[in-house]
C-alpha cells in the first residue's frame, strides 16, 4: 500500500476514473489556487498492485491569527478525497492517511467534502430518499474525531439534472411552466452565442452587477479572470452569453470533466428579463454539456433548508424546474489536529469573514455604479 505521490504525470486522467472525479479535484484547479496563495499536495492510495484505488488533491495555506505571529496551517480536499466509499477498508486507509497528514503538517485541522450522498428528493416529501451509505459514513466520521464544519464552503445540497435520453425526454421532466418561458424565450428573440476570454471582462461586469443586486460577495476581477480563462484554455470550460439585439443579458461558466458537467457561475442584468434569458441559456448549457459527453450536469446549489423562508429558494425553484432532482451531501467536515488552535479559529474566522463580507460588498458597489 502507497499514499502520497508528490508529483503524478496524467493526474487528470487517472482521477477520471475515480469514484465521485470532480472539478474542483483537477490539476487545473490546484495550480489556480496556487497564484491565491494555496498549495497543492496531490496525493494518491494504491493497492497491493499498485494501481490507484482514491486520490485527493489537499489544498495547504498558512494563516495569521491575530496574536499568534507565527503563520498556522489549514488543509482543505475541495469535494474530496476521491474514493469508493462503500469500501470500508479503503476509506479507513484514506482517512487514516489525511489524519497523519494533517498532523505531520503541523496544520489546524484538514477539511474534506466529498459528494457521498446523505439522500435524494425534498426533506419529507414522496421524492425523499434516504442513503444510508451516507449516515454510515458520517457515523465513522464523528467517532474518528471528524466534525461538521462550521464553515461549509461548498453547497452541501445542490440540483442535478439527468442528461440521458433525448433532448425531448429532458423537455418532458421540466416543468410546464419552465417549458413554457423557454419557449418565451426564443419567440422573443434571445440568441445564446458562446463566448471566448475575451468576452470575460464583459461577463465579470454581469457578475458584479449580479452580485449587488442578489446580495452576495465575489472576489476581484482578476481571481474570476484566472478561474474561468484557465479552464476555457484547458478545454474544459465554455463561456454562453443570452443576447437580446447584440446586447448581453445574462451568462454563466460552464466546466465539464470526467463525465459530468457544472454550473458554477450564472449573471445576468435586469435588461429584458421579461424575455427569460436564463432558461434559453440553461437549455444551451445542457446541450453543451452533452456534446462534450457528459451525462450528468450539476447546477451548483441548492438550500441547506428546504424552507421558503430561505434565501436560495427562488434560484432552487428555477433550477428545480429545469427536471433536476435534488440531492443532498454529507457536507463539509473537520479534523482538528490541533484542537485549542481549532475552537481558536472557529471562533474568530466567522467574525472576520463577516467583516470581510460587508467591506466586499461596498467595494463592488462602488466598481458596478462607475
Not at 24 to 45: C, D, M, S
Not at 116 to 129: F, K, M, N, R, Y
Not at 267 to 280: G, I, T, V, W
Not at 281 to 310: I, T, V
Request: aromatic share 12%; with cysteine; glycine share 8%.
Amino acid at each position: 500500500m502507497a499514499a502520497g505521490d508528490k508529483a503524478l504525470n496524467g493526474w487528470n486522467s487517472e482521477i477520471s476514473n475515480l469514484s465521485g472525479a470532480h472539478i474542483l479535484q483537477t490539476w487545473e484547479w490546484g495550480q489556480f489556487k496556487a497564484i491565491y496563495g494555496w498549495r497543492p499536495i496531490p496525493r494518491v492510495w494504491r493497492d497491493q498492485d499498485n494501481k490507484i484505488f482514491a486520490a485527493g488533491m489537499v489544498l495547504e495555506r498558512s494563516i495569521r491569527l491575530a496574536g499568534f505571529p507565527p503563520p498556522l496551517k489549514v488543509l482543505y480536499v475541495p469535494r474530496g478525497p476521491l474514493v469508493n466509499w462503500e469500501q470500508t477498508r479503503q476509506r479507513a486507509t484514506v482517512l487514516d492517511d489525511l489524519q497523519t497528514l494533517a498532523r505531520k503538517e503541523n496544520a489546524i485541522f484538514i477539511k474534506i467534502d466529498p459528494e457521498v450522498i446523505l439522500g435524494t428528493g425534498l426533506p419529507a416529501s414522496s421524492e425523499d430518499q434516504q442513503v444510508a451509505q451516507g449516515q454510515a459514513v458520517t457515523t465513522e466520521l464523528s467517532q474518528r474525531g471528524w466534525r461538521f464544519s462550521q464553515d461549509q464552503i461548498q453547497f452541501k445540497n445542490t440540483v442535478s439534472i439527468d442528461l440521458s435520453g433525448s433532448e425531448d425526454d429532458w423537455l418532458a421532466r421540466m416543468k410546464q411552466k419552465t417549458r413554457y418561458n423557454l419557449r418565451l424565450a426564443e419567440k422573443k428573440g434571445v440568441d445564446i452565442r458562446r463566448g471566448t476570454v475575451e468576452d470575460l471582462p464583459e461577463v465579470y461586469r454581469m457578475y458584479a452587477e449580479t452580485s449587488v443586486r442578489d446580495g452576495f460577495v465575489i472576489r476581484s476581477e482578476d481571481y474570476y479572470q484566472n478561474a474561468w480563462g484557465s479552464f476555457i484554455k484547458a478545454g474544459m470550460a465554455e463561456v454562453l452569453i443570452a443576447e437580446v439585439e447584440g446586447q448581453a443579458v445574462a451568462g454563466l461558466i460552464l466546466f465539464f470533466f470526467a463525465g459530468k458537467a457544472w454550473y458554477l457561475y450564472g449573471m445576468s442584468r435586469m435588461a429584458h428579463r421579461e424575455k427569460m434569458p436564463n432558461y434559453l441559456l440553461q437549455w444551451e448549457a445542457m446541450r453543451a454539456a452533452r456534446k462534450h459527453g457528459c451525462l450528468q450536469y450539476d447546477l451548483w446549489g441548492a438550500p441547506d433548508n428546504f424552507s421558503e423562508a430561505d434565501p436560495m429558494w427562488g434560484v432552487f425553484r428555477f433550477k428545480e424546474g429545469l427536471g433536476g432532482e435534488v440531492v443532498r451531501f454529507i457536507g463539509a467536515w473537520d479534523y482538528p489536529a490541533r484542537p485549542f488552535y481549532y475552537q481558536l479559529y472557529t471562533n474568530i474566522l466567522p467574525r472576520i469573514l463577516n467583516l470581510m463580507r460587508q467591506r466586499g460588498k461596498a467595494q463592488v458597489r462602488r466598481e458596478v455604479s462607475l
